[in-house]
């Protein structure tokens, strides 16, 4: 469960970035129309599909390593961790259904689901799941379980190993709960969580804060998953006297250092008890190779399908490389994605009958990610600046071969917001095209006028521009972290530095492997150095960027990767977010307004939205796949014809 639907739920390397992958739980990213509206493409289709026995092997490639975080984004995960998480955990109450375009209620999971108004403006989602769910190893499924996830995922404990325990926040009850008691000894279990209630066996309520009502995708507060409370605190128990659920017994972070976080064991890189449709079967550390077996007691999706695939096996592959792979039929499909280099090759073999593919538009962005409270780039007109430094149209050119469009906010082209809007944001967005005048202009408004030694700046004869920042010189020195092997690295490596030179700016740029560039991305590092990195965002049908761009300290890094603190932006995404369910109009407009401000504020510098491209081999059959019915749901009606 995740009821922080943060926008950067899901980070890969740019140059081959999963569609919709991602790491968030309960969704946002991809705007969809809300639970009355379909989309009118072929996702509203329904996804028939004759069932058929488990059979044949699929070899999935990604450019993407994988670090083995199989577990919540409460730690991150890149996009190809987030394709296995949402493999091997399943059952959520609430999920995306291919036939209405939209989040709906898992009749396979859920029983009974009622919506009550409470008479203090709190809204209670009282969800009773149905009695025959059972996890992978047999184990019964019961409300202990999804209530355990709930509080799991807020508790100070687990925030004492590194995790961002923030989920519940939305509920009645969040800050007493995730806050450990003046006085108390760590280790020491919080006491109840007023909004999560446990009702029964089979029964347990969620309530909504009415500072968080009304919500435009109201229905996801219902959604949340479970995790196997013998498996992760097996000498604890959930019990509820009254007034909220709670964890009794030994709950300790050291005991949780143990059973999610170890290495060798730890349910964050080894769940070995779930209950999605695949299990994992292994993992491979040094290959970073993972397999996936079909879980044989897994009931089915919302239409009650199974997986017809019997193993699934997740694999490393070389970018330069990766359509000679599935040519040759080491690999059997490569990541959704986009850029020339993939593309081309790919569409010859598909002209010469040797693989498959299928297109649609990204539902996400590729981008410089700029940091937003350090350096230079701290500073609006900088990072406004630095956009009018490169010629985006002819990089998303370059980069593309032509199969990209430039955007100009936070949003993807698949999205349908963008779409009602979209001669709106042409007409009156500004576009940062490659202007040095311009950019130079910003920075002398913005004080870049010294010198190395204080004296005024004179082009021609200085190099580089230094303001004055809390009584001290700041040199105007751009740092991007980049990865290895990226051909949005490299690209940006030949199209900045000279103009970035020509207006009084440095550009240095160090080259790491990607997951040194996702734990600078959260800040997690003893010192944060860099001013912007390369990466990309994927959306869910459901977009709620609140928190994403939140500007309290506990948002910083995950989800607000930017670390910008902007109260009007905060407060434009808050305002669209309580947006009514059926005010689809006024949702839209008020998407507009929040682009609007992040479009003059540059957080990200948007470098394209692709046409994504899903290439795979001739014998896989009935794969179809979209913006928003992504691999994790596509593949369970796919199946293997040797």
């Not at 396979?108 to 992978?136: C, M, P, R, Y």
């Not at 007109?381 to 630095?386: D, G, S």
């Not at 309580?578 to 992040?598: H, I």
């Amino acid at each position: 469960m995740k009821k922080i639907l943060v926008l950067l739920l899901v980070l890969a390397l740019v140059f081959n970035f999963s569609a919709c992958s991602k790491p968030a739980e309960t969704g946002t990213d991809v705007n969809q129309p809300n639970d009355k509206d379909k989309e009118d493409d072929d996702s509203s289709k329904e996804p028939a599909n004759e069932q058929r026995e488990a059979a044949g092997s699929l070899t999935y490639g990604s450019t993407t390593d994988m670090n083995g975080n199989f577990f919540t984004t409460m730690w991150g995960n890149n996009a190809a961790d987030a394709i296995v998480k949402d493999l091997i955990h399943g059952y959520k109450t609430v999920d995306y259904q291919k036939e209405t375009g939209s989040y709906e209620i898992d009749d396979t999971v859920v029983k009974e689901l009622k919506q009550i108004e409470n008479a203090d403006g709190t809204k209670t989602f009282e969800i009773e799941i149905n009695s025959d769910l059972v996890f992978s190893d047999g184990s019964p499924i019961t409300a202990k379980d999804y209530v355990f996830s709930a509080l799991l995922t807020s508790h100070p404990e687990v925030t004492d190993i590194g995790a961002n325990a923030t989920d519940g926040i939305d509920y009645v009850g969040f800050e007493d709960y995730n806050t450990r008691p003046e006085g108390a000894t760590e280790g020491q279990v919080s006491d109840t969580f007023a909004g999560i209630r446990l009702l029964g066996d089979y029964k347990f309520s969620l309530t909504v804060k009415a500072e968080n009502l009304p919500y435009f995708y109201d229905l996801t507060y219902a959604q949340v998953r479970p995790y196997p409370l013998a498996v992760i605190a097996p000498n604890a128990d959930i019990v509820d006297e009254g007034n909220g659920a709670k964890i009794t017994g030994e709950f300790t972070s050291e005991i949780l250092e143990q059973t999610i976080n170890n290495a060798e064991t730890g349910y964050r890189f080894y769940p070995k008890v779930t209950a999605g449709p695949y299990m994992l079967d292994s993992f491979d550390v040094s290959t970073k190779i993972a397999i996936l077996k079909y879980n044989p007691n897994y009931k089915g999706d919302y239409n009650g399908q199974k997986p017809q695939i019997a193993q699934l096996i997740f694999k490393k592959v070389n970018k330069a490389t990766e359509i000679d792979e599935l040519v040759a039929g080491t690999v059997d499909m490569l990541d959704a994605s986009g850029g020339k280099d993939l593309i081309l090759p790919g569409l010859d073999a598909v002209d010469e009958g040797k693989i498959s593919v299928t297109t649609f538009p990204r539902c996400g962005y590729g981008k410089i990610v700029f940091v937003c409270d350090i350096g230079p780039t701290q500073f609006v007109k900088v990072r406004q600046a630095i956009a009018h430094c490169l010629d985006v149209p002819e990089f998303a050119r370059q980069y593309s071969g032509g199969y990209a469009s430039v955007v100009y906010g936070a949003y993807g082209v698949a999205q349908w917001m963008y779409q009602e809007n979209a001669a709106t944001i042409e007409k009156e967005f500004n576009k940062y095209a490659l202007d040095l005048g311009k950019a130079e202009e910003l920075l002398i408004e913005d004080g870049w006028t010294l010198n190395a030694n204080g004296g005024e700046f004179v082009k021609g004869t200085d190099t580089l521009r230094h303001k004055m920042v809390d009584g001290k010189l700041m040199p105007l020195v751009i740092k991007h972290l980049a990865s290895s092997q990226n051909a949005v690295s490299d690209l940006l490596s030949g199209m900045l530095p000279s103009n970035m030179e020509a207006v009084g700016m440095k550009y240095e740029q160090t080259v790491v492997e990607f997951p040194v560039v996702l734990d600078n991305l959260y800040g997690d590092v003893p010192e944060r150095v860099y001013n912007m990195m390369n990466l990309a965002s994927g959306y869910y049908p459901a977009f709620d960027p609140y928190y994403t761009y939140h500007t309290d300290e506990q948002f910083m890094g995950n989800p607000n990767s930017n670390f910008l603190r902007d109260e009007q932006l905060m407060n434009l995404a808050k305002d669209m977010r309580q947006t009514p369910s059926d005010d689809r109009e006024g949702y839209a407009k008020k998407w507009l307004e929040f682009q609007r401000r992040w479009n003059e504020l540059v957080p990200d510098l948007p470098l394209y939205s692709d046409e994504y491209h899903a290439f795979f081999s001739t014998k896989v059959k009935n794969f179809e796949i979209d913006p928003f019915w992504t691999f994790r749901y596509a593949v369970l009606y796919a199946y293997i014809e040797e």
